[in-house]
């Protein structure tokens, strides 16, 4: 039986990957900063465990008492919205550190037992705006750009070993807490310049008749990325993610 480590699993796609996961008869180890146990079905598989991903002591703590992992998926990360103009460094230090910096530190302390054991499959979820440029989110994007860039190279290093690494690039959903999230990390919204790009923007956020990304969609491009040897680099998850990743191509 296979294990998979699963981080940001509270809500959104994190959670919907653990079941999709636990469905499919493999031992999940469900992470989350503040951890539940009543948003997953009981299961012997199943494991949750603490972890915040910007702590180095929770890193460790955590990949340790997951024991033999087969499968990592780095999801956890949060939204961040602003006029480039406007983000407070700091701001922008806060979201690289979850969404780059958090996915690289527990993708490093997990790679030497796969290199070792010559197996092993890394996820990283980012996002579909990394494939195109929208107004509002120049350091999110950066920060999951970031990600994109690392594991392009990493894959490279780490083929010999026979271990992969795959990025699933979600689209615009309703299903998760991006929105709510980011509302703490929104800045300069109410700028006088910046006021009437801001409105067009929102009003776009807030269309559900556009094609939209499922968590299940998701969930099933990780489980792909996972078990398929011979998925592409870039899987895009979503019917509005799919639109965009054939534009570019």
């Given amino acids: 039986m296979q294990t998979v480590l699963i981080t940001g699993c509270s809500s959104g796609f994190g959670l919907e990957i653990a079941r999709y996961f636990l469905a499919r008869d ?11 146990d009543d948003v997953l079905p009981p299961s012997e598989r199943l494991r949750v465990l603490a972890l915040d991903v ?7 703590a955590a990949v340790s008492a997951a024991g033999p992992t087969d499968v990592l998926v780095n999801n956890a990360g949060f939204g961040a919205a602003s006029p480039a103009e406007l983000v407070p460094i700091e701001a ?24 070792k054991r010559k197996a092993g499959v890394v ?17 999110y994007r950066a920060s ?27 689209g615009r959903s309703l299903e998760t807490r991006f929105g709510e999230n ?33 968590a299940q969609d998701v969930a099933e491009a990780v489980w ?15 019917a509005d993610a799919k639109a965009w990743a054939a534009e570019v191509n």
């Fill in 182 to 214: 980011a509302r703490a990390h929104i800045h300069g919204f109410d700028n006088e310049a910046y006021a009437g790009l801001v409105k067009g923007v929102l009003a776009r956020l807030e269309d559900t008749a556009s094609p939209l990304t499922q």
């Fill in 54 to 60: 910007t702590k180095p002591e929770s890193i460790r």
């Fill in 224 to 238: 792909r990325a996972a078990t398929d040897p011979s998925t592409p680099m870039h899987i895009p998850a979503g």
């Fill in 26 to 36: 493999w031992r999940v180890v469900a992470t989350m900063r503040t951890p539940r």
């Fill in 92 to 115: 922008v230090r806060e979201v690289f550190e979850t969404n780059t910096f958090g996915t690289i530190a527990v993708t490093q302390a997990v790679l030497p037992q796969f290199r």
């Fill in 144 to 170: 999951k750009a970031a990600v994109n860039a690392f594991t392009e190279s990493m894959a490279l290093e780490l083929e010999p070993f026979g271990v992969r690494a795959r990025l699933v690039l979600p």
């Fill in 123 to 139: 996820v990283n979820v980012t996002s579909s705006v990394t494939l195109k440029a929208l107004p509002l989110l120049g350091a």
